[in-house]
């Protein structure tokens, strides 16, 4: 489906580059993706590094792509569509990766009969390991939904989700590599405070994350289960995790998505 489709980026920044790695490396074709960025430096490197084109106007990729990702900030979102105006929108499918703004509020501000599908990326796309949940406008086919699933599938998984689930996805899912970061970040320092050399104790925690999800995705075990099987009696583990229930580990990680997860739903409100 994605073969001879045209796909153009509206903004060239983190979000961008990984979905642009992530289909390139997946076999999507350097000439069928463009990006359109105000900066001439960054513009430079993402045609120098990804032999794509790259364009100043925003105007010269919505005429020239079939597909678009919106993948400027939220903030931006409604003066840029704005100066786009509806008739250099029109018949395009816009997907959009912006955090927060809904397909209604999309396809008010590029006409109200784009197309839209709202996807809520992560950075692992840039590795090809990103997890992705998707939604469809009110005027989206069956086939626009599948080619922006195609996309996502090609840089990690894809799941589909009701619209009103996707704030909660943005402040899991895609905030979520953030927390990760700084689990093995805590991780690692922890290990140097009791004497691991930097760059062993980075290996091991970030071995560990990787490993401790893999296992869990392939054997479909509960993470509890999981837990258990680690936690001898009187051991090690259960010393741990009770210093982690001690200063309310579970409890910061559910309070950080439901932060995440209301400042999405803000950004999404004019
Ligand atoms: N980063 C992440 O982990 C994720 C981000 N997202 C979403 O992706 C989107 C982009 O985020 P991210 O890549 O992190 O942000 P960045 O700031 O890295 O990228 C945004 C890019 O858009 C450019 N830009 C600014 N104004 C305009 C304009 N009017 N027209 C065209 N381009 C413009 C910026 O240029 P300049 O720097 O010169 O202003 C910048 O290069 C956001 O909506 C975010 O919610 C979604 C999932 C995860
Ligand atoms: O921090 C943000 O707003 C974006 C959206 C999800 C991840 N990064």
Redesign the pocket.
Known sequence: MLKGRTIGF?????????VIKGLLAGGVPAGGLMV????AE?REFLRSTYGIGTYAA?GEVAAKADTLI?????Q??R??AA?LGESGLEGKLVI??????PTGAIEEACGTSTRVIRV????PALVLAGASALCPGKNATDNDLALAREIFDLVGTACLVDEKLMDAV?GLS??G??YVFMFIEALSDAGVKNGLPRDVATQLAAQTVLGSAKLLLETGSHAAVLKEKVTSPGGTTIAGVAALERDSFRSAVIAAVDAATARSVE?GKK
């Open positions: 509206i903004g060239g920044g983190n979000m961008a580059e990984a359109a960025e105000p900066m960054r925003n919106m993948s400027v900030k939220p931006v979102f003066g840029m100066e959009s990766i912006m955090a927060g703004i809520m990326p992560n950075t943005t895609g905030s590599p953030a950004l």
